[in-house]
């Protein structure tokens, strides 16, 4: 039995079925993909959109549940996304920058909340390293 804004028990034209078999397995190019993406960037949604969208999503694992982002896709994230750091030893007057916050802490044995606060505050790390922001 047919229902409003459902396709049940409607049957297909032959001509139907064909079209629908010849589209299987095809994928858009590169070029249209490109052109979906850029028609759909700086787009807002409004708040009612936002909620039809969130209860959408509701109860559905996510598509990346159970995935891990390679070593080199992490570097290339932390890169594009955090904030370079230059740490300055002030004892052999070597420069290093780092690609973050956490990146610089790990290399030199404090935590990341001592960056911050060393970049904040003006104040050196055990008095040998300075740290400065860099882009």
Not at 75 to 80: W, Y
Not at 90 to 116: D, F, L, Q
């Amino acid at each position: 039995m047919p229902f409003a804004s459902s396709s049940l028990g409607k049957l297909h034209t032959e001509e139907t079925k064909i079209k629908i078999e010849s589209l299987t397995g095809k994928y858009h190019s590169e070029e249209t993909k490109q052109k979906m993406t850029e028609s759909r960037k700086g787009k807002i949604f409004s708040d009612k959109t936002k909620q039809k969208l969130s209860e959408l999503r509701l109860g559905k694992d996510s598509p990346f549940l159970g995935l891990t982002h390679s070593e080199e896709t992490k570097l290339k994230m932390s890169e594009s996304l955090g904030s370079k750091v230059e740490v300055i030893n002030i004892e052999t007057n070597e420069t290093i920058i780092y690609p973050s916050n956490y990146k610089a802490a790990k290399a030199i044995g404090c935590s990341e909340s001592t960056i911050r606060y060393c970049l904040k505050k003006n104040k050196f790390y055990k008095n040998k390293y300075t740290f400065n922001k860099s882009n």
